[in-house]
């Protein structure tokens, strides 16, 4: 069985602060695949997963250009984030070539479970849910690990207290 987390971020800024904790423990290669109704926060959550990994780029959703990489100033870890809504099928996903980036990027695919679970075994599953109540802004953030090292991350419970 997978080992899963759950918060819950109130605001935009505490799903960037989630986000930004889960940079911290990003490695490249690692292979974020964020799942969420329109407008749950995915490309929020990606804009503090940025803050975190020090990309000082501005983040925004690559909806129309599919993929847009966010280079590290001092040469650390990139951010590779691409937007799958419109990619049909896995074929076309392989077109972007990721793969050239996994080894001093880290990838966050919106969009993309079903055409991306197969690009790294390293990395995690993130569900951003809202809210059924319209006039609440409440997330429930869960984190699932794909590979060994996120389920030790995830098994340290101060990390994640939200």
Known sequence: MPVSVHMNAG????????????AGECRAGD????????????TTFTQGLAVGLGITD??????FVISRVHRHPGGGLSLV????????????????DLEADLDSSV????WGRGLADDL??????????????PDDDERTVTLTARDARWERVLL??????S
């Not at 605001?11 to 889960?22: F, M």
């Not at 292979?31 to 995915?42: I, P, Q, S, Y």
């Open 81 to 96: 984030h691409v937007d799958a809504y419109r990619v049909g099928s896995i074929g076309e996903l392989d077109d972007i």
């Open 31 to 42: 292979v974020l695949v964020l799942t969420g109704e329109l407008g749950a926060g995915k």
């Open 11 to 22: 605001t935009p800024d505490q799903l960037r602060e989630i986000a930004r904790r889960v």
């Open 58 to 63: 501005a983040v925004t959703s690559p909806t």
């Open 120 to 133: 790294s075994p390293c990395g995690l599953d993130i569900v951003i849910s809202r809210s059924d109540d």
């Open 156 to 161: 340290d419970e101060g990390q994640w207290s």
């Open 107 to 110: 990838v966050a695919i919106e």
